[in-house]
């Protein structure tokens, strides 16, 4: 548990079936699947007491699972395309009552854990309901997660049962369509950080090759270890070149 007595999930949702960049999740990086990375940096935070895997029953997505418990994650299986009914589900699974939720995308195989943390102290402290780093984004997209508190994630979940399925593929969606119910935000990044021109997050072929030249050259160990400075740092000395 956490200093501040709050109980925090994070799921990772993950599938092969990409629509622009198919089996993505399992391409390597530096000897290890892309997905290797999220898992192991996403334990990396100080504040996530919990990372679960959510990936699709689709046969094509055994290997994402067998991954993930490879990893030591616990895996949890159900719908492709209703994504707020697998995480929905998936906590229901949980044997513990967690306060806050953590959404990790797959696409960003450089989640940072240090603003994963910042997220859930801004949540916390400010007592909103999501906290978004990509709102209007300072720092470089695909470095963070949204977080939530889970009273939220309910919320959701019920008042979009009936909704287009737009709403229940992109489970935060509903909210920021509803600010008069829901209070949200993002964080402002420091000078030192603040790159909102720098895309971290891989939907192409052409932004995993741009990865793929950061985790070759660091290595699968020195990949894991970086630092959000350490890889604005690489980034801005390979356009320099």
């Not at 997660?145 to 889970?150: D, I, K, L, N, S």
């Not at 509903?174 to 008069?180: C, F, L």
């Given at each position: 548990m956490t200093l501040t007595g709050k109980l925090v999930?994070?799921?990772?949702?993950?599938?092969?079936?990409?629509t622009r960049l198919p089996g993505k999740v399992l391409r390597k990086l530096a000897g290890h699947p892309s997905l290797f990375y999220v898992l192991e940096r996403s334990k990396r935070s100080r504040r996530i007491d919990k990372v679960v895997l959510a990936t699709t029953r689709r046969q094509r997505d055994?290997?994402?699972?067998?991954?993930?418990?490879?990893?030591?994650?616990?895996?949890?299986?159900?719908?492709?395309?209703?994504?707020?009914?697998?995480?929905n589900q998936c906590l229901q699974s949980q044997q513990r009552q967690f306060n806050m939720l953590v959404r990790v995308n797959a696409d960003n195989f450089l989640i940072c854990p240090e603003i994963i943390d910042l997220c859930l102290d801004t949540l916390e402290s400010r007592g909103l309901d999501i906290v978004n780093p990509f709102l209007d984004?300072?720092?470089?997209?695909?470095?963070?997660?949204?977080?939530?508190?889970?009273?939220?994630?309910r919320k959701v979940e019920r008042e979009t049962r009936s909704k287009t399925t737009n709403y229940r593929e992109h489970i935060f969606f509903?909210?920021?369509?509803?600010?008069?119910l829901f209070s949200f935000d993002t964080v402002v990044a420091p000078p030192?950080?603040?790159?909102?021109?720098?895309?971290?997050?891989?939907?192409?072929?052409?932004?995993?090759?741009?990865?793929a030249s950061f985790f070759e050259t660091q290595g699968a160990q020195?990949?894991?270890?970086?630092?959000?400075?350490?890889?604005?740092s690489y980034f801005e000395g390979e356009s320099r070149e």
């Open positions: 999930i994070a799921v990772i949702q993950a599938r092969t079936g990409s055994t290997a994402v699972a067998d991954l993930g418990e490879q990893c030591g994650i616990e895996v949890y299986r159900g719908p492709e395309n209703d994504v707020l009914s697998r995480f984004n300072t720092y470089p997209f695909g470095c963070g997660a949204e977080v939530a508190t889970m009273e939220t994630f509903y909210a920021y369509d509803h600010p008069e030192e950080l603040s790159r909102p021109g720098l895309n971290l997050s891989v939907d192409t072929r052409s932004e995993f090759d741009l990865l020195g990949a894991l270890k970086a630092g959000l400075s350490e890889i604005i």
